[in-house]
């Protein structure tokens, strides 16, 4: 594992991206189901905390002494933004996700973010295609970047079994060219699981366009999304004790919302009690563990994905050049 050396940047000053006192909305709350009721009000307020970024992504809650704050990937930015209430918004870490010194397309940063066991910031990376943990010290160790000797595509998205494990997925979005790119080592677009002695196994090459991931609260399914324009789907794979996958089945399909709103299925969160929020075409899609769709939490544009806050009753959402937030009851 190869230890990399990068400088944090924290500004001293709030940004233009700061939190107005008075948060506007936009969107709004779609019930499809009564089952709704018991997730969210279908009064709520889909509010904007911060905008103007370029494409937010992988929001994560870090607990502190002062209330908490949120962390998300701007990617074109190669850039992590941090959130709080009290705050407002500045910068966290530049680069995040590509440290090299040359133009490296159009989504060289960190994508999805998590927290490993010891609370440390754990990222995947599009441009240094790696998964990678943050030390103390202020470095970056690399977890992961390749898969029997061959680069890795570009990690996207993560979730910590309690085990300590890592699952995540490795779609190309963060190639320059994608699919075509001659970087590319991989011939297919896999999900793993890291484990904590360092290996790794490819639990699934099944799906073409593999991006959010999540588990069920017992860990006995994995959903994974699929942000494929001809088969945009959530999977839910069962889960072996040995961690490995059976046999996955569609749990929704969102083919018939492509056309009503821009995007794909992306990045997800999985509630206490099991429901998926998973972002998709125009929002967040309220989805039951038996793959029924609840409702929708409609931000109107390309929404890539949520996180719970501390108390699991709010909602952060990154969506486009926003930072959202619904309450949750």
Not at 145 to 159: E, I, M, T
Request: aromatic share 10%.
């Amino acid at each position: 594992m190869r230890q990399v050396n990068l400088s944090i940047a924290l500004l001293l000053t709030f940004t233009s991206l700061g939190v107005a006192k008075t948060p506007t909305t936009l969107g709004r709350v779609e019930k499809l189901d009564p089952a709704f009721d018991a997730i969210v009000d279908s009064q709520a307020k889909i509010e904007v905390l911060a905008s103007g970024f370029t494409w937010t992504e992988g929001p994560v809650w870090v607990a502190d002494d002062s209330g908490g704050h949120l962390l998300f990937s701007d990617i074109p930015r190669n850039s992590i933004f941090r959130w709080s209430e009290k705050r407002g918004t500045d910068l966290f870490m530049s680069p995040s996700g590509y440290t090299g010194a040359t133009y490296y397309g159009l989504e060289p940063g960190s994508n999805g973010l998590t927290l490993d066991p010891q609370g440390r910031l754990t990222a995947c990376e599009h441009g240094d295609r790696r998964v990678s943990v943050l030390t103390k010290g202020g470095g970056k160790r690399t977890l992961v970047d390749n898969y029997q000797g061959k680069r890795l595509n570009s990690p996207n998205d993560l979730v910590f079994h309690s085990s300590g494990s890592i699952f995540f997925t490795d779609p190309p979005y963060g190639l320059p060219d994608r699919e075509s790119d001659p970087r590319r080592e991989l011939d297919f677009c896999g999900v793993y699981r890291l484990d904590t002695d360092g290996s790794l196994t490819l639990v699934s090459k099944e799906l073409a366009r593999p991006n959010g991931i999540g588990l069920s609260p017992d860990e006995k399914t994995l959903y994974v999304a699929q942000s494929d324009p001809e088969n945009p789907i959530w999977m839910a794979f069962p889960v072996k004790q040995d961690k490995t996958l059976e046999k996955g089945k569609v749990l929704f399909d969102g083919k018939k919302y492509i056309q009503e709103f821009p995007g794909l299925p992306d990045g997800l969160a999985v509630a206490k009690d099991g429901t998926i929020f998973g972002s998709g075409p125009g929002g967040i899609y309220v989805i039951s563990p038996q793959g029924k769709l609840l409702g929708r939490l409609i931000t109107g544009g390309r929404t890539s994905n949520c996180t719970f806050g501390p108390d699991g009753k709010t909602l952060y959402i990154t969506a486009d050049s926003f930072l959202c937030r619904v309450k949750l009851k």
